[in-house]
């Protein structure tokens, strides 16, 4: 008899998926350098790890505008083409724009593989992640927004089968009932949104009077694994892309103090527009909290266009003004990406002061460094927090004495 006891473990019940093996490709437009190109290649084959996909090589090919028919130039068609007859596991090819249907219907009949654009590996991510109603509705009506403009890519079959006569009609028949079936299926997805939505807003009303802050920033920065180090909760913290969709909130308290500290969905650089539009309720969130701690990864080597990227998405929201504080996570890989094993502690806390007042000026904010996974400076950050949200009680009953 076993002594191992499951008792509480989900057991994993459906079939086990094979990795899949995949090329990635990517154009290097005009303005754009080859380092900058390589790191959004590099945020791709992490989102083609995420899903379950191992990369085998990249693509790349100077552009002022991806190719009408095959994205890439003709010759560099050839050459992919060439690589996958070369390597048969190759079963994946990704691309890091948005394909359209007659574009993939071009490239799988030229490379007789499946053909995956950034908004398809991305969608397919939030799929597998999405937790609640909510999260799995928007998902599912993002996926309606992608799949309704490409539908006649869908039925090119029809146009390859010989004897054409006769069967233009039923085809076309076909992909207009096709579309009819989706722009229905849309406006009921949006109504049941609107309805979650609706609950989602009654719950956050019936929060009550307690202040509420809100993680954001880029994905995998390790929002979770803050909310978890100053919640002391279990949410789910994963070195992968999209490790949490659904919004989770939690109350804590500092000393005697309450609040509300919720996580919310990592942004990411060129999100598809109908996942931004699907995805707007779960970062009301944000738009609602009373103090916002902007979470940055500092050991990546594109921090500062994270940062960019979500300063960007918040000031789109019109939450940019609320009282932020700029924690920058990840201190102990940074150090250990950075600096040499050899210089002396006095010299990195200069260095590290040097670029924490160059960070300061740059954002306007209060700024902080810590590692969520160490926990060093965590005093310090629950202190600056601390005020912060005493500040907060302090406008919100400026004739009552709070005592906690």
């Not at 969130?285 to 902007?294: F, G, L, N, Q, T």
């Amino acid at each position: 008899m076993s002594d191992n006891w499951d008792i509480g473990k989900k057991k994993n019940t459906g079939l086990k998926k094979e990795a899949e093996y995949c090329i990635i490709i990517g154009i290097i437009r005009k303005g754009q350098s080859e380092e900058q190109a390589k790191e959004y290649l590099d945020e791709l084959e992490f989102l083609a790890t995420t899903a379950g996909a191992i990369t085998k090589k990249r693509f790349t090919q100077k552009l002022e505008h991806p190719h009408l028919k095959y994205f890439v130039g003709s010759g560099k068609l050839d050459e992919i083409i060439e690589y996958i007859e070369a390597n048969e596991e190759v079963s994946l090819i990704i691309f890091d724009d948005d394909l359209s249907g007659k574009q993939t219907s071009i490239l799988e009949e030229k490379t007789r593989i499946k053909i995956v654009d950034r908004s398809q590996l991305i969608l397919d991510i939030f799929a597998n992640r999405a937790q609640t109603a909510q999260a799995r509705t928007q998902v599912e009506l993002a996926q309606m927004k992608y799949l309704l403009p490409r539908l006649r890519g869908l039925w090119t079959h029809l146009e390859r089968q010989r004897g054409g006569i006769g069967m233009r009609g039923p085809g076309e028949q076909e992909i207009e009932t096709d579309r009819r079936i989706v722009r229905d299926k849309i406006s009921i997805l949006k109504k049941k949104l609107e309805k979650i939505d609706q609950q989602a807003k009654t719950q956050r009303k019936n929060r009550g009077d307690l202040v509420r802050v809100a993680l954001v920033g880029y994905t995998n920065v390790g929002k979770s694994t803050l909310l978890n180090s100053l919640a002391k909760a279990e949410v789910f913290a994963e070195d992968k892309l999209f490790a949490t969709l659904d919004t989770t909130v939690r109350k804590v308290v500092f000393g005697q103090m309450p609040f509300l500290l919720s996580d919310t969905v990592g942004f990411i650089r060129k999100l598809p527009h109908h996942l931004i539009e699907s995805f707007k309720s779960t970062l009301d969130e944000a738009k609602e909290s009373d103090i916002i701690v902007h979470v940055v990864d500092l050991a990546h080597p594109q921090f500062e266009d994270h940062a960019k990227t979500v300063i960007s998405t918040l000031t789109d929201l019109g939450a940019i003004e609320k009282p932020t504080l700029m924690v920058f996570n990840k201190i102990d890989l940074y150090r250990e990406k950075y600096f040499d094993k050899y210089l002396a502690k006095e010299e990195a806390d200069t260095i590290l002061d040097e670029l924490k007042d160059k960070l300061s000026n740059t954002y306007n904010v209060e700024t902080l460094f810590i590692s969520a996974k160490t926990k060093e400076n965590f005093d310090l950050l629950r202190e600056k927090l601390s005020t912060m949200i005493q500040s907060q009680y302090n406008l919100r009953y400026p004739y009552q004495t709070k005592h906690w």
